[in-house]
Nanobody, 126 residues
Framework: QVQLMESGGGSVQAGGSLRLSCSVS????????LGWFRQAPGKEREGVAR???????TYADSVTGRFTISRDNTKNSLYLQMDSLKPEDTAMYYC????????????????????WGQGTQVTVSS
């Protein structure tokens, strides 16, 4: 079983940066695909980025070139560096784990991820 807990959210002006962290624990944490999702009020939860056990990342088009996902299995941590933030990045951000893919990311859909953190709020003002 994998447990997740996010931190690092906050408020920032457009063009600024934030770094989200996710503490990952559990027997299979090193072998899971890990991802970041976000959900804005009135909108569906959407994938932002995911990374497999070989540290190969995949990004949503909307964040490519601005966000960087990384993981450090020695520290049991997942990160999301967010640069050049825009007001439309405002959302609750969640880290998630897909533990059934053998460490590979089966896809970016919410349905592939079976374990979730509680979320951390990111607010970007114009």
């Amino acid at each position: 079983q994998v447990q997740l807990m996010e931190s690092g959210g906050g408020s920032v002006q457009a063009g600024g940066s934030l770094r989200l962290s996710c503490s990952v624990s559990g027997d299979t944490s090193s072998y899971s695909c890990l991802g970041w999702f976000r959900q804005a009020p009135g909108k569906e939860r959407e994938g932002v980025a995911r990374i497999n056990k070989y540290r190969r990342p995949t990004y949503a088009d909307s964040v490519t070139g601005r966000f960087t996902i990384s993981r450090d299995n020695t520290k049991n941590s997942l990160y999301l560096q967010m640069d050049s933030l825009k007001p439309e990045d405002t959302a609750m951000y969640y880290c998630a784990a897909d533990v059934r893919g053998g460490g590979f990311c089966r896809g970016g859909s919410v349905s592939y991820f079976d374990t979730w953190g509680q979320g951390t709020q990111v607010t970007v003002s114009s």
